[in-house]
């Protein structure tokens, strides 16, 4: 939804969530497994748990949570857990949001004792909704309870109400690596797509933002380091925000200049 400000604005800065405000990945992990754990799935009598290395496949390969699920169960396992593995479709989406359900509760309470905003994320946003010019917005695949959660917890609440547009997993049909939730953003904030700059953290999240015709600045995390962003057009590429010094002149200067302008850093 839009939250607040004018409906004309010359620019838009949009965040992803999870990786990018804070480096949320492993909390979610974590409260996947123990959302396993808690409902004892297994698969041929060994645990259902997602690895580090695994979950870094995962979040690089698939967006939002439950789609993850499903791809582990379709497609790596090949079976959905004991007792039954071959589930009918309801069945199988049953079980799945079941797990969704619990993991969000699990998430939560991990946010809520280790969410920290990534270096350099708040000065950057602060600025730019300082400027009339330019609208700032979240974009996350995350469930919309899960992603609210960690936008209070590290934005705070003065700050995400000022927030021109939030738009979460639940509110579009088609997530990551689709570019639905960008262009929604864009449709919404009447701006055209090439004077939008996204700041993404994965391979998943960069396509959607390419896809829907915007820059793309990778703010890369340890479990997304060595991926191939360039080589997926990546506009430019920092370990974080602040140690890069990224601004919003750097941002949007370039594009000021000429829209086909390349992102200077």
């Known amino acids: 939804q839009t939250t607040s400000g004018s409906s004309y604005f010359d620019y838009a800065l949009l965040f992803d969530c999870d990786g990018v405000i804070i480096e949320t990945e492993e909390l979610h992990r974590l409260a996947y497994n123990a959302a396993f754990q808690s409902a004892n799935l297994q698969i041929d009598g060994k645990p259902v748990e997602w690895t580090v290395e695994y979950y870094d496949v995962l979040q690089n390969t698939v967006g939002g949570g439950k789609n993850k699920m499903f791809y582990h169960f379709r ?129 998943i999240g960069l396509q959607a933002a390419k896809g829907a015709g915007m820059k793309c600045l990778i703010t890369y995390t340890s479990s997304t380091e060595g991926e191939d962003f360039f080589g997926h057009g990546a506009d430019a590429k920092v370990s974080d925000l602040e140690s890069a010094s990224i601004t919003l002149e750097k941002l949007f200067q370039p594009i000021q200049e000429s829209e086909e302008a390349q992102i200077r850093i």
């Open 75 to 203: 497609n790596t396992t090949g079976a959905f857990p004991d007792p039954n593995p071959n589930p009918t479709l309801e069945e199988q989406q049953a079980l799945i949001d079941a797990l969704q359900n619990h993991k969000t509760e699990l998430y939560k309470e991990l946010i809520e004792k280790k969410a920290e905003p990534r270096p350099g994320v708040l000065k950057l946003m602060d600025q730019a909704l300082a400027d009339p010019k330019v609208a700032v917005g979240v974009c996350s695949a995350s469930t919309k309870e899960a992603a609210l959660k960690v936008l209070d917890v590290t934005l705070g609440e003065e700050r995400r109400d000022k927030l021109n547009i939030c738009i979460l997993g639940n509110d579009v049909s088609k997530l990551k690596p689709d570019p639905m939730i960008y262009a929604t953003a864009a449709e919404r904030l009447h701006i055209d797509p090439k004077r939008c700059v996204v700041i993404e953290d994965s391979l």
